[in-house]
């Protein structure tokens, strides 16, 4: 199996917390991919939308996106779980994701809306609206941060990343305010080695 991905994208690394905490890592090749300028042939073939991370299975069968991946990876081995097979928790496990993932997006089209725009072109409403919801979204977790039993689960391991992502690209600003999800992205931390392994770096 092959990982196509970049060590700075925080959709990667999701995946090679997934690989690691399922025990997939040695059975499944990095293959470094840039997505700019959108030309790269061998990403745009597996995946037509062009985006990282893809995996290629044996057979050649592309899995995308981060989310798919790691249910993929969870289906190689009975334990950690990390996406409960039905219920309550599976439903709180996924939501949680989802929560997490719209932080890594609002964020990471910050950072584009600089990137791949001429400063007299940043639009300030838009900006606010999406600063907005990661705003939102840490506040109602600083309430009651997201506990998990015998290891952590998908959710706990994208809410991780994004806090991260926060980290690396926002100057980690977030954790001024939000002294318990600060702890709590420490706890996972120790009891997650690979988000340490994971941790880009420019």
Same mark, same amino acid.
């Given at each position: 199996?092959k990982?196509?991905s970049?060590?700075?994208?925080p959709y990667g690394r999701?995946?090679?917390?997934?690989?690691?905490?399922k025990?997939?890592?040695?059975?499944?090749?990095?293959?470094?991919?840039d997505t700019?300028?959108?030309?790269?042939v061998?990403?745009?073939?597996?995946?037509?939308l062009?985006?990282?991370?893809?995996?290629?299975?044996?057979?050649?069968?592309?899995?995308?996106?981060?989310?798919?991946i790691?249910?993929? @990876? $969870?289906? #190689?081995?009975? +334990? %950690?779980?990390?996406?409960?097979? /039905?219920?309550?928790e599976?439903w709180k *496990? !996924?939501?949680l994701g989802?929560l997490?993932?719209g932080?890594?997006?609002?964020?990471?089209?910050?950072?584009?809306?600089?990137r791949?725009r001429?400063?007299?072109k940043?639009?300030?409403?838009?900006?606010?609206?999406?600063n907005?919801?990661?705003?939102r979204? @840490? $506040?109602? #977790?600083?309430? +009651? %941060?997201?506990?998990?039993?015998? /290891?952590?689960?998908?959710?706990?391991l *994208? !809410?991780?990343?994004?806090?991260?992502?926060?980290?690396?690209?926002?100057?980690?600003k977030?954790?001024?305010?939000?002294?318990?999800?600060?702890?709590?992205?420490?706890?996972?931390a120790?009891?997650?080695?690979?988000?340490?392994?994971?941790?880009?770096?420019?």
């Open positions: 199996m990982l196509m970049s060590p700075l994208s999701k995946v090679k917390i997934a690989m690691a905490m025990g997939a890592k040695d059975k499944i090749e990095l293959v470094a991919t700019n300028p959108g030309d790269n061998a990403l745009n073939t597996a995946n037509p062009g985006k990282i991370p893809c995996l290629v299975i044996d057979g050649g069968t592309a899995i995308f996106d981060s989310h798919v790691c249910e993929y @990876l $969870d289906s #190689l081995a009975p +334990s %950690p779980v990390l996406f409960p097979k /039905s219920g309550p599976r *496990t !996924l939501v989802s997490a993932d932080i890594l997006d609002a964020a990471l089209l910050l950072v584009y809306e600089k791949f001429p400063e007299d940043w639009h300030a409403p838009w900006q606010a609206r999406q907005a919801k990661i705003d979204a @840490l $506040d109602q #977790l600083e309430k +009651s %941060p997201p506990a998990w039993g015998a /290891s952590p689960d998908y959710g706990h *994208t !809410l991780a990343c994004a806090l991260g992502y926060l980290d690396f690209r926002h100057e980690g977030w954790r001024a305010g939000h002294p318990k999800l600060v702890a709590w992205l420490d706890r996972f120790k009891a997650v080695p690979a988000f340490e392994e994971t941790r880009p770096s420019t």
